[in-house]
Nanobody
Framework: QVQLVESGGGLVQPGGSLRLSCAAS???????MDWYRQAPGKQRELVAHILTDGSTVYADFVKGRFTISRDNAKNTVYLQMNSLKPDDTAVYYCYVRGRTTTSDNFGSWGQGTQVTVSS
C-alpha cells in the first residue's frame, strides 16, 4: 500500500526558513518526486520537481530561494525553503510517481502540510 507522510510545515516570519520532508512507502521504484502548493482560493501549482537522476525544475517564483532534493535510499524528498515571503503561505503537497506491485505508473499525493509566513 502506497503511503506518503509529510512533515516540517509551520509558522515562520518573513525571511525565515523551513524544511519540508515527504517519506514514501509502498513503491517498488520511484521516478518523479514533486512539491506542489495550494493557497486559499487558488489552484494547486507546481513548486519544484526532481527526477531519479537528480535533475530539477523550479517554478519561477521560488528560483534561488527553494531547493528540492531527494534521498533515493530512504524514498524521501525534501524542500528547503529560504527567504520565505507571505505569498508563500499555502498548503504544501508532495506528489510521487513510480512503479508499484499493481501499476507501472502510479501517482500519489501526500496529505499536505501548512506553511504560514507571517510576522
Amino acid at each position: 500500500q502506497v503511503q506518503l507522510v509529510e512533515s516540517g510545515g509551520g509558522l515562520v516570519q518573513p525571511g525565515g526558513s523551513l524544511r519540508l520532508s515527504c517519506a514514501a512507502s509502498g513503491f517498488l521504484t520511484i521516478r518523479i518526486m514533486d512539491w506542489y502548493r495550494q493557497a486559499p482560493g487558488k489552484q494547486r501549482e507546481l513548486v519544484a520537481h526532481i527526477l531519479t537522476d537528480g535533475s530539477t525544475v523550479y517554478a519561477d517564483f521560488v528560483k534561488g530561494r527553494f531547493t528540492i532534493s531527494r534521498d533515493n535510499a530512504k524514498n524521501t524528498v525534501y524542500l528547503q525553503m529560504n527567504s520565505l515571503k507571505p505569498d508563500d503561505t499555502a498548503v504544501y503537497y508532495c506528489y510521487v510517481r513510480g512503479r508499484t506491485t499493481t501499476s507501472d505508473n502510479f501517482g500519489s499525493w501526500g496529505q499536505g502540510t501548512q506553511v504560514t509566513v507571517s510576522s
